[in-house]
């Protein structure tokens, strides 16, 4: 897929058609972007890897993966200590 | 320039859009030095996707496009030697001993900052307000605003079809947008039984042959994984949906243009006094006639004081950086300034679009005169090159 | 913001009424002697760059930046500069007597693509509904990029005070699909 470096993932998304951004927690409904500003939460996906990425904000780079998120997401914590 | 970590600005303006670029112009043009911050990677806040002509007058831009007078104080406050703009930053919170905390991404690294600025204007804007009603949750149903940005910002359609909820000035205008972008605009619908937007703004969209139904809400949006329709419906006087008078409208794209909400949050954490006023569009900070919060060295401008107009927002603005910078003694004399300011802002809010303003302001004690007000803005030639900062 | 002068019917239609338009309508002296502009401008709003674009002192100062405009129309020459500059886009140029069949009206339009002289263009009334055919004599393309583009259109006589606006597509493909069911 293509789209513009530095524009957020979500225009990128949606230029080529996809809307569905991910699936809400408990009823597994589907959710795509809302407020485009980074405030609302609705379009939440995982990026690279790393879950609850508002995709609406965050900019595009080439080679990224973006996945389309199912439910509250899964962190994983870093191995060394903080 | 990487930024120190602790940071002691005697001015810190949060946020860059019209009110915090007018603040922090103010102020730095007075003598003090500003830090402003905005999370964007752009100044301009909404002025940015704004394609249309701003109204006022011409201390206010009147005539000009807002991205142009994004561009124009942008450029201002970039080149300004006691501006320090840092973008990509986000403020996290205020702390009781003064402290504001900042995660920002200004050169590509994440770094978390800490300031103490002797003096705090907040003007971090409003929020879009959602709608209830099922099916409000599909892919396709939008804040009028996120669909804005998505057209005028990024250049991508948001769709072929789309229903417009809202009659107000950002209802009739971002239509009236979808159709210089090609997406059709099926109708208009308005709960209230009135357009509550300029009347220009709606005879514009009425020449596009775009209806507008008044009285008329969402009853639901339809569609399996995205948005594929929209039934309205009529509202009786007590505001409840007529069975019967239901209208369905095949359409990929709901926008909802139902208000805005102060984003005051950071005004909440400062401890300052907050209100609800409905007719400022929530809960504000009560402030006084030079924008100053129940906390003092606390200032707020633009919609996070009270959702208004872009215009006005550069007035409030331009305000509270002269307040906050009269407050330093800095050795300028502030008092002619701030009465011009005083005396523009009452001008913009004198006449019939500003009374609900107006009644807001006064639930912050705050007179405004409703009769008109003779200001510096509506001079004759002769003084049109005078005022103004 | 209820701050109607229009009727009652402007304020829940956004289309004015005869009366409306009636009440800023030129006097027809100027209307015969050449264009005129016609301010379809309602509501008191704070808003004035009629005033600072008029080059010939035709709009009169604002005493207050709320009143509506006051125009003297011995000064106008129907020029269109207030066209482009109102951000309302409700300033119009009509000139009556422009051809022995057609009145040419001037009128702002902000879409792609623009039209060209000699083109034939669907005239549009104030509700958006084809009333005929207009062919664009001219289209003033703003110096700014961000100006507004000012199309020349003659139309009909009987439609000098009926059409603001154009659809530059066949009148088929004009309005939006009314292909919508009532449930």
């Given at each position: 897929?293509?789209?513009?470096?530095?524009?957020?993932?979500?225009?990128?998304?949606h230029?080529?058609?996809?809307?569905?951004?991910?699936?809400?927690?408990?009823?597994?409904?589907p959710?795509?972007?809302?407020?485009?500003v980074?405030?609302?939460?609705?379009?939440?996906?995982?990026?690279d890897?790393?879950?609850?990425?508002?995709?609406?904000?965050?900019?595009?780079?080439?080679?990224?993966?973006?996945?389309?998120?199912?439910?509250?997401?899964?962190?994983?914590?870093?191995?060394?200590?903080? | 320039?990487?930024?120190?970590?602790?940071?002691?600005?005697?001015?810190?303006?949060?946020?860059?859009?019209?009110?915090?670029?007018?603040?922090?112009?103010?102020?730095?043009?007075?003598?003090?030095?500003?830090?402003?911050?905005?999370?964007?990677?752009?100044?301009?806040?909404?002025?940015?996707?704004?394609?249309?002509?701003?109204?006022?007058?011409?201390?206010?831009?009147?005539?000009?496009?807002?991205?142009?007078?994004?561009?124009?104080?942008?450029?201002?406050?970039?080149?300004?030697p006691?501006?320090?703009?840092?973008?990509?930053?986000?403020?996290?919170?205020?702390?009781?001993?003064?402290?504001?905390?900042?995660?920002?991404?200004?050169?590509?690294?994440?770094?978390?900052?800490?300031?103490?600025?002797?003096?705090?204007?907040?003007?971090?804007?409003?929020?879009?307000?959602?709608?209830?009603?099922?099916?409000?949750?599909?892919?396709?149903?939008?804040?009028a605003?996120?669909?804005?940005?998505l057209?005028?910002?990024?250049?991508?359609?948001?769709?072929?079809?789309?229903?417009?909820?809202?009659?107000?000035?950002?209802?009739?205008?971002?239509?009236?947008?979808l159709?210089q972008?090609?997406?059709?605009?099926?109708?208009?619908?308005?709960?209230?039984?009135?357009?509550?937007?300029?009347?220009?703004?709606?005879?514009?969209?009425?020449?596009?042959g775009?209806?507008?139904?008044?009285?008329?809400?969402?009853?639901?949006?339809?569609?399996?994984?995205?948005?594929?329709?929209?039934?309205?419906?009529?509202?009786?006087?007590?505001?409840?949906?007529?069975?019967?008078?239901?209208?369905?409208?095949?359409?990929?794209?709901?926008?909802?243009?139902?208000g805005?909400?102060?984003?005051?949050?950071?005004?909440?954490?400062?401890?300052?006094?907050m209100?609800?006023?409905?007719?400022?569009?929530?809960?504000?900070?009560?402030?006084?006639?030079?924008?100053?919060?129940?906390?003092?060295g606390?200032?707020?401008?633009?919609?996070?004081?009270?959702?208004?107009?872009?215009?006005s927002?550069?007035?409030?603005?331009?305000?509270?950086?002269?307040?906050?910078?009269?407050?330093?003694?800095?050795?300028?004399?502030?008092?002619?300034?701030?009465e011009?300011?005083?005396?523009?802002?009452?001008?913009?809010?004198?006449?019939?679009a500003?009374?609900?303003?107006?009644?807001?302001?006064?639930?912050?004690?705050?007179?405004?005169?409703?009769?008109?007000?003779?200001?510096?803005?509506?001079?004759?030639?002769?003084?049109a090159?005078?005022?103004?900062? | 913001?209820?701050?109607?002068?229009g009727?009652?019917?402007?304020?829940?239609?956004?289309?004015?009424?005869?009366?409306?338009?009636?009440?800023?309508?030129?006097?027809?002296?100027?209307?015969?002697?050449?264009?005129?502009?016609v301010?379809?401008?309602?509501?008191?709003?704070?808003?004035?760059?009629?005033y600072?674009?008029?080059?010939?002192?035709?709009?009169?100062?604002?005493?207050?930046?709320?009143?509506?405009?006051?125009?003297?129309?011995?000064?106008?020459?129907?020029?269109?500069?207030?066209?482009?500059?109102?951000?309302?886009?409700?300033?119009?140029?009509?000139?009556?007597?422009y051809?022995?069949?057609?009145?040419?009206?001037?009128?702002?339009y902000?879409?792609?693509?623009?039209?060209?002289?000699?083109?034939?263009?669907t005239?549009?009334?104030?509700?958006?509904?084809?009333?005929?055919?207009?062919?664009?004599?001219?289209?003033?393309?703003?110096?700014?990029?961000?100006?507004?583009?000012?199309?020349?259109?003659?139309v009909?006589?009987?439609?000098?005070?009926?059409?603001r606006?154009?659809?530059?597509?066949p009148?088929?493909?004009?309005?939006?699909?009314?292909?919508?069911s009532?449930?």
């Open positions: 897929m293509e789209g513009f470096e530095g524009e957020p993932i979500a225009a990128a998304l230029a080529a058609g996809i809307r569905v951004l991910r699936e809400s927690p408990v009823l597994g409904r959710r795509g972007f809302f407020c485009a980074g405030n609302c939460s609705s379009c939440l996906m995982v990026v890897g790393v879950p609850n990425v508002r995709v609406c904000v965050e900019k595009l780079r080439a080679g990224m993966r973006v996945e389309r998120q199912k439910g509250k997401g899964e962190l994983k914590w870093p191995q060394s200590p903080c | 320039m990487a930024p120190k970590s602790l940071l002691t600005p005697p001015v810190m303006v949060i946020g860059a859009g019209p009110a915090g670029m007018s603040a922090a112009l103010a102020a730095a043009d007075c003598g003090a030095e500003v830090l402003l911050c905005d999370s964007f990677s752009e100044p301009g806040g909404q002025l940015v996707k704004q394609t249309h002509k701003f109204f006022g007058s011409r201390q206010q831009f009147a005539g000009v496009r807002g991205i142009e007078i994004a561009r124009l104080l942008g450029d201002k406050v970039a080149s300004h006691r501006i320090h703009l840092l973008l990509d930053t986000h403020v996290l919170g205020y702390y009781p001993d003064g402290m504001v905390t900042m995660e920002s991404a200004a050169d590509g690294v994440a770094r978390y900052l800490k300031a103490r600025p002797r003096r705090l204007v907040v003007c971090s804007g409003a929020a879009e307000k959602p709608l209830a009603f099922p099916g409000n949750d599909l892919p396709g149903v939008y804040g605003g996120a669909v804005q940005t057209m005028n910002l990024h250049g991508v359609k948001p769709g072929r079809r789309a229903l417009m909820v809202g009659a107000g000035n950002i209802g009739l205008i971002i239509s009236y947008q159709r972008a090609k997406v059709e605009v099926a109708a208009v619908v308005e709960a209230a039984s009135a357009i509550g937007g300029y009347a220009v703004h709606a005879s514009k969209i009425r020449r596009l775009i209806p507008i139904h008044t009285s008329h809400t969402v009853k639901r949006a339809h569609g399996t994984r995205e948005l594929e329709g929209v039934t309205v419906w009529r509202l009786d006087g007590q505001g409840r949906g007529i069975p019967g008078t239901e209208m369905r409208f095949e359409v990929d794209v709901l926008c909802l243009a139902v805005l909400s102060p984003a005051a949050e950071l005004l909440w954490l400062a401890g300052c006094r209100l609800y006023v409905p007719e400022l569009g929530g809960h504000v900070p009560w402030h006084d006639e030079v924008q100053q919060t129940s906390v003092p606390i200032f707020v401008a633009g919609d996070a004081a009270g959702v208004e107009e872009a215009s927002a550069m007035v409030t603005g331009r305000m509270a950086g002269l307040a906050a910078a009269a407050s330093l003694d800095l050795g300028a004399d502030f008092r002619v300034k701030l011009e300011a005083r005396l523009e802002l009452a001008s913009l809010r004198a006449g019939p500003g009374e609900k303003i107006r009644r807001g302001l006064e639930r912050l004690n705050l007179g405004v005169p409703a009769s008109g007000a003779r200001g510096p803005v509506s001079s004759t030639r002769a003084q090159s005078g005022g103004g900062s | 913001m209820s701050s109607a002068e009727g009652s019917a402007l304020r829940k239609t956004g289309v004015p009424d005869e009366d409306d338009v009636a009440r800023v309508m030129p006097p027809l002296e100027y209307r015969q002697r050449g264009p005129v502009a301010f379809e401008c309602f509501e008191r709003i704070p808003c004035d760059p009629c600072r674009a008029c080059a010939r002192g035709a709009v009169l100062p604002f005493a207050d930046i709320n009143d509506l405009p006051r125009v003297d129309w011995s000064r106008c020459n129907g020029c269109g500069l207030c066209v482009a500059a109102c951000p309302g886009l409700a300033v119009f140029v009509v000139h009556e007597a051809s022995a069949s057609g009145s040419l009206i001037k009128l702002p902000e879409f792609l693509p623009l039209p060209q002289a000699g083109d034939d263009v005239a549009l009334d104030r509700q958006g509904c084809p009333v005929g055919v207009g062919r664009v004599v001219r289209v003033q393309t703003p110096r700014a990029k961000t100006g507004t583009p000012v199309v020349w259109v003659e009909p006589r009987s439609l000098a005070h009926v059409v606006n154009i659809s530059v597509l009148a088929a493909d004009t309005a939006d699909a009314v292909g919508d009532v449930v």
